[in-house]
């Protein structure tokens, strides 16, 4: 099973970003996501920076490993995206991720 390293290098691979596109884009430090490559996590702030800035990115699958990685195109079929849909999945999922890190 892949960690959450190789799931975003997947996921960046597909929108064509490298590292510091991402940072730029998700308004992160530069240089933060080797960083955290090195330490081996991101802390949650910039996660949920990451996830707002790119809303078609499953939480789930990034965390976890588990669904699509891009998040279903019904959410954005119509010309109103559901964006309390999204933010409440990546919202309980970084629940799910803080609970985890406080064990």
């Known amino acids: 099973m ?3 390293f ?3 290098d997947k ?10 596109k991402l940072t730029v884009e ?10 955290g490559r090195k330490r081996g996590g991101l802390s949650q702030e910039n996660i ?3 996830l707002y800035n790119y809303p078609d990115l499953n939480a789930n699958w ?28 990546q919202e309980d999922l970084l629940e799910i991720l803080k609970k985890q890190t406080a064990k």
Do not use: H, P
């Open 26 to 35: 998700a308004g992160i430090s530069v240089g933060l996501i080797g960083k």
């Open 2 to 4: 892949s960690d959450f």
């Open 62 to 89: 990034l965390f976890r490993g588990e669904g699509n990685m891009i998040i279903e195109d019904q959410i954005f079929s119509s010309s109103e995206v559901n964006w309390k849909k999204i933010i409440k999945s």
């Open 48 to 50: 949920a920076k990451i």
């Open 6 to 8: 190789e799931r975003l």
């Open 11 to 20: 996921y960046m691979e597909y929108k064509g970003l490298n590292d510091n």
